[in-house]
């Protein structure tokens, strides 16, 4: 349970640094830029990480099924059944797990830039 205290707190910490960077620096950039970068990093996140963790989680679920495996509610919190499978079967399905991991954390940037984008527009 330590790690997801972990990625809360640092997600807190994100949150934190990200409303300090737009009360600082949200309205000397041009609106449209921030919008451009807001809907081409969710574009862009989601064009990788949807693709990515749909492959991710089928392959998990066939694993898991071959490894004859209690599958309930395994979609929650699939990394919990890495430990079931062999190192083999997990080589082949973790670059699937970490591209999509990496496009939902561009996803999320591109979020980030959109409430840069609403912050700098309500102060003017």
Not at 32 to 61: K, M, N, R
Not at 75 to 103: C, E
Request: positive net charge; contains cysteine; glycine residues 10%.
């Amino acid at each position: 349970m330590a790690p997801v205290k972990s990625v809360i707190e640092v997600a807190i910490a994100g949150a934190v640094l990200l409303s300090l960077f737009a009360l600082q620096f949200g309205s000397a950039v041009d609106p449209e830029t921030l919008l451009f970068w807001s809907v081409a990093l969710i574009a862009g996140g989601l064009t990788v990480g949807l693709p990515a963790g749909l492959g991710y989680h089928i392959l998990l679920a066939r694993a898991l099924k071959a490894a004859n495996r209690d599958m309930t509610r395994w979609w929650m919190r699939p990394t919990g059944f890495h430990d079931y499978l062999s190192p083999t079967t997990l080589g082949r399905i973790k670059p699937w797990f970490h591209v999509g991991a990496a496009g939902f954390l561009v996803a999320m940037a591109g979020c980030g830039f959109l409430l840069l984008l609403v912050i700098a527009v309500s102060r003017s």
